[in-house]
């Protein structure tokens, strides 16, 4: 179980705790479960409108996700991320600090989501 915490700048409460209930939800539908109004647009991983960045909690040593092809691609496109960190994030197995909430699938670890 993850423990989410969502924060804006642009909301009065600007922190929003939330459990991730499986294994197949993504930040963006939990996100749309709970009020948390990210922006979002395809829902598709192609738009880049749902970019969030994504700190690692806790005291575990962060883990690499599984980013597919068309996140890389939006991500380099939107300039959140450099070749060259991207290929370090795959080589030494690192979490992205920026994804796309809707094709971000959160694991057994506490992160803090800007959006
Ligand atoms: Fe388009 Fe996530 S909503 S990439």
Known sequence: ???????????????????????????LKI???NKIPI?????????????VKVTQ??????????LEEKEKTVLLELGK????EME????NDLPSK????CQFIP???DVFVEY
């Open 98 to 101: 920026w994804r796309l909430a």
């Open 31 to 33: 996100a749309k479960t």
């Open 107 to 109: 694991r057994d670890e």
């Open 81 to 84: 991320i450099t070749k060259s």
């Open 1 to 27: 179980m993850a423990l989410i915490t969502f924060s804006s700048p642009e909301y009065k409460d600007k922190t929003v705790y939330a459990v991730a209930g499986s294994f197949t939800e993504t930040v």
């Open 39 to 51: 922006q979002f647009s395809c829902g598709d991983g192609e738009c880049g409108t749902c970019v």
């Open 88 to 91: 370090d994030m795959i080589v």
């Open 57 to 66: 909690l806790g005291d575990k040593a962060p883990m690499g996700y599984h």
